[in-house]
């Protein structure tokens, strides 16, 4: 089955600048890569994804890049502000299609003032 | 219009109990998702539905676990002999297509508390 690491699992930044977080992924069938925000006690929230036929995505001040290649993707996020503090979850969905997602164990983004 | 409802948003139980957790998807959602979230990790895929059929249960850990969507709506995560390791945070999730590449929308999770 499919595998997802996500680095690192904390990340501090001072607000303004810029945070990236990066995953992996073990299946090359694995072909929709979206990232999740998680905040203290709700609900995982999309906040960007990207399909395997696109290598770049952008919405405004975040960003999400893609390697097929070398089976890897990440997030960035631009001139962070406080309330981009939470748990970020990146996924991979299987090539079956009908799989469900496999989460990487998150990165807490930590915004200091 | 409503997310995705799940109920009770927590749930106490003694060791050995039977849970049942609710589910209630977006309208017109076909597939529904089923997660379970420890402190400080990723969910955890458990079981997926396409319509009333699950399409994958590959996720369930042992066969105290089942779920049911008998009318293609609301689902319902079914836990035998509760134990201290199934206390975590369950999470439901519907997408439109269930095609792999069709968003996910979860609900709030149940917190399963197993004393």
């Known amino acids: 089955g499919e595998n997802v690491e996500q680095h690192p699992s904390t990340l501090s930044v001072q607000e303004g600048d810029s945070a990236v977080i990066k995953c992996t992924y073990s299946d090359s069938a694995s072909n929709y890569f979206p990232w999740y925000k998680q905040e203290l006690g709700k609900r995982p929230q999309l906040i960007i994804d990207i399909r395997s036929n696109v290598g770049e995505k952008k919405d405004q001040r975040i960003a999400v890049t893609l390697n097929k290649t070398a089976k890897h993707f990440s997030l960035h996020i631009t001139e962070t502000q406080p309330e981009d503090s939470a748990v970020y979850f990146c996924?991979?969905?299987?090539?079956?299609?009908?799989?469900?997602?496999?989460f990487g164990k998150g990165t807490h983004l930590i915004i200091q003032p | 219009g409503a997310g995705v409802s799940q109920t009770p948003s927590n749930k106490v139980t003694e060791k050995g109990k039977y849970v049942e957790l609710r589910c209630d998807p977006i309208s017109g959602h076909t597939a529904l998702y089923w997660y379970r979230q420890s402190l400080g990790q990723g969910p955890e895929f458990l079981i997926y539905?396409?319509?009333?059929?699950?399409?994958?249960d590959s996720g369930l850990p042992n066969d105290r676990f089942f779920a049911v969507r008998p009318e293609g709506s609301v689902s319902t995560l079914k836990i035998q002999r509760t134990e201290r390791g199934d206390s975590a945070v369950y999470l439901c999730?519907?997408?439109?297509?269930?095609?792999?590449?069709?968003?996910?929308?979860f609900g709030n999770g149940t917190r399963l508390t197993v004393t």
């Open positions: 539905f396409q319509g009333t059929g699950a399409a994958d």
């Open positions: 996924a991979a969905s299987g090539g079956g299609g009908a799989d469900g997602l496999t």
């Open positions: 999730a519907s997408s439109l297509l269930g095609t792999g590449d069709s968003p996910l929308h």
